[in-house]
């Protein structure tokens, strides 16, 4: 599984399928893993962001995680399972272990519960549960609830040897920057996947070679495959765009392809409800999957959770502007099987 995720692909972050009483749909959670891995998906996160971290509080997280793993069990790709891990020490490796014993193969390690804590105390946390699990890296951006970490904090991080990848997803060039710089200086490179999270600059992620310098010498790093909430939804176009942004990679960029990059993160605006500081992001993905009829509504565990005025307005027009990014007949055409 290392080796896949070394060599990139595309991994939807999971939502949640509810029922009207917001309670868990287990046969509409499992048609939206079929539809991910029949759409080419090389791996599923699960129980994290885009999963509503309140299923810890109803006790979901561990059958979320099942009927994943019990989809995966389906094919024969054998995709990469991730699931969040989030929390103090005692919780995040509490979830390590429920996921490893469900066959998960790494953990996005979710660390806004030490905002406000020391460098070092953080560092301890990440090898405490890297020694129960392979880790997932996560630098999620500070405007929702992340922890703002330099260059020197991944470069400890990435000397952990169980981590296998990070995802960068702090909406920041800089941010970014101090992620790549920190694996560079580990001498990491070879050993941890790049995955992008930022939603604003997904394509331009996946095509840069960030040809940064250490001891004189140029060493280009590359992000080779994106973990998403936005690739919840539409997501056979998306891996579709996945692999051509990795077979661009290392040659001449079609400029058809770079202008990519300005659609998607049009389309993520009006998904993610950037207007709006990001507050029907959730809501978002479930009203295309609604649409599709992947969902029965757009139920999220929070009654106060739901789409902006004026947001699915946006999302109708993102995607007539933007057909070829978007895969509704696929979905039409398998939504029954998926479903059995």
């Known amino acids: ?44 996160a699960v129980g994290v962001h885009t999963t509503q971290f309140a299923i810890r509080d109803v006790g979901l997280y561990e059958p979320v995680l099942t009927i994943a793993a019990e989809a995966a069990a389906e094919v024969q790709s054998q995709p990469v399972l991730v699931a969040g891990a989030i929390g103090r020490t005692e919780q995040a490796v509490r979830e390590a272990r429920i ?19 020391s ?35 991944w470069k400890r991080f990435a000397l952990i040897e169980n981590v296998i990848a990070i995802k960068m997803a702090p909406f920041n060039r800089y941010a970014t920057l101090d992620v790549l710089r920190g694996v560079l200086e580990a001498g990491a490179a070879s050993r941890i996947a790049l995955y992008t999270g930022n939603d604003d600059h997904i394509v331009g992620d996946l095509l840069t070679p960030f040809a940064l310098r250490v001891t004189g010498c140029e060493a280009p790093l590359r992000v080779v495959g994106g973990l998403l909430g936005h690739w919840s939804v539409w997501t056979q176009a998306a891996v579709r765009l996945q692999q051509e942004c990795a077979a661009a990679a290392g040659g001449p960029i079609p400029a058809a392809l770079l202008a990519k990059d300005a659609q998607v993160t ?25 649409r599709q009829g992947l969902l029965e509504g757009i139920w999220c565990l929070d009654p106060h959770e739901d789409l902006s005025p004026g947001q699915a307005e946006l999302i109708s027009a993102a995607a007539l502007r933007y057909p070829e990014l978007t895969d509704d007949d696929f979905v039409r055409a398998n939504l029954n099987t998926w479903l059995s």
Do not use: W
């Open 1 to 44: 599984m290392v080796d896949r995720l070394r060599a990139g692909c595309a991994i939807p972050a999971h939502p949640l399928a509810l029922n009207a009483k917001r309670e868990m749909d287990p046969r509409r959670q499992k048609a939206l893993s079929r539809y991910y891995l029949a759409a080419g998906s090389g791996g599923l």
């Open 266 to 290: 049009e389309m993520n605006a009006a998904i993610f409800d950037t207007a709006n500081a990001f507050a029907g992001c959730i809501p978002g993905c479930h009203e295309v999957l609604r």
């Open 119 to 153: 460098e070092d105390e953080i560092i301890a946390h990440c090898r405490t549960v890297a020694e129960e699990m392979p880790i997932f890296g996560f630098y999620l951006q500070p405007a929702v609830g992340g922890v703002p970490l330099g260059a020197s904090f």
């Open 99 to 117: 996921a490893r014993g469900l066959g998960y193969h790494a953990v996005l390690l979710g660390l806004a519960a030490f905002k406000g804590a």
